[in-house]
C-alpha cells in the first residue's frame, strides 16, 4: 500500500458526460501528480501541483483541468468526454517536487 | 530530461540475478537515474535511484557506469512476483523543482518458472 488513495477504481460513463476523479496524498507529502494510461501510449503525465499550486503541465488536454485543495486532495476533472479518454488514471504524490513519486492504483475510465 | 532506450522485453528463470540495462548516453550532470516498475495494471511502485555511485537497497542495486551513459537494475533473486515493466528514467533536479517523471516504454521482465 503506497499510501496514495485514489476513488473511485472504476469509473463507466458516456461521451460527452464530465467526471471527477479524486486523489488523497500520503500524509505530509505536499506534491501531487496525474497520469494517464492508455494501451496506445503509455504512462503520459498530465499534471502536478506543489502545495496548491500548479507547477507543471504536460500532455493535459484543454478538456481536462485539476486542483489541489487546502487539505493537499486532488481532483481531476475531465469534460466532453469522448471514446479515446478511455484509460487509467493514476495519482502519485511526493514530500517535495524532486523527491521520488508513490503512485495510488488508479482509476479505471471507461467511456462508453 | 534525457531519453533512454531498454530492451522491450527480457526473460529471466526464478532465482537467477535479472539484469536489466538501460542507455541514456545524452544524461546530463544534475540528471539522477531512477528505477521504477509497474506489476499488471496496478500503479508504478519506486524500485531504486542513484546519480553516479552504485546504490543497493533492499529490493534491488543499481549499477551505473562511470561515464554515466547507462545503468544496470539488478534483481539479485528473482521470484515470479518480479514479473512487471520496468522503467529506466532520468529525472533532472533543479532546486526543488522538476516536472513529473516522463515514463518510457520500459522493458517487460518475464520470470520463468
Known amino acids: 500500500d503506497s499510501g496514495v488513495t485514489q476513488t473511485p477504481k472504476h469509473l463507466i460513463t458516456a461521451t460527452g458526460q464530465r467526471v471527477t476523479l479524486r486523489c488523497s496524498p500520503r500524509s505530509g507529502d505536499l506534491s501531487v501528480y496525474w497520469y494517464q494510461q492508455s494501451l496506445d501510449q503509455g504512462l503520459q503525465f498530465l499534471i502536478q501541483?506543489?502545495?496548491?499550486?500548479?507547477?507543471a503541465k504536460g500532455n493535459i488536454l484543454e478538456r481536462f483541468s485539476a486542483q489541489q485543495f487546502p487539505d493537499l486532495h486532488s481532483e481531476l476533472n475531465l469534460s466532453s468526454l469522448e471514446l479515446g479518454d478511455s484509460a487509467l488514471y493514476f495519482c502519485?504524490?511526493?514530500?517535495?517536487?524532486?523527491?521520488?513519486?508513490?503512485f495510488g492504483s488508479g482509476t479505471q475510465l471507461s467511456v462508453l | 530530461d534525457a531519453k533512454t532506450t531498454q530492451p522491450p522485453s527480457m526473460d529471466c528463470a526464478e532465482g537467477r540475478a535479472a539484469n536489466l540495462p538501460c542507455n541514456h548516453s545524452?544524461?546530463?550532470?544534475?540528471?539522477?537515474v531512477y528505477w521504477y516498475r509497474q506489476i499488471h495494471s496496478q500503479g508504478p511502485q519506486y524500485i531504486i535511484h542513484?546519480?553516479?555511485n552504485n546504490e543497493t537497497n533492499e529490493m534491488a542495486s543499481l549499477i551505473i557506469t562511470e561515464d554515466r551513459k547507462s545503468s544496470t537494475l539488478i534483481l539479485p533473486h528473482a521470484t515470479l512476483r518480479d514479473t512487471a515493466v520496468y522503467y529506466c528514467i532520468v529525472r533532472a533536479y533543479s532546486g526543488g523543482g522538476a516536472d513529473g517523471l516522463t515514463f518510457g516504454k520500459g522493458t517487460h521482465l518475464i520470470i520463468q518458472p
Open positions: 502519485a504524490s511526493s514530500a517535495r517536487p524532486d523527491e521520488k513519486l508513490f
Open positions: 501541483y506543489y502545495n496548491g499550486e500548479e507547477r
Open positions: 542513484g546519480l553516479k
Open positions: 545524452t544524461i546530463s550532470g544534475n540528471e539522477y
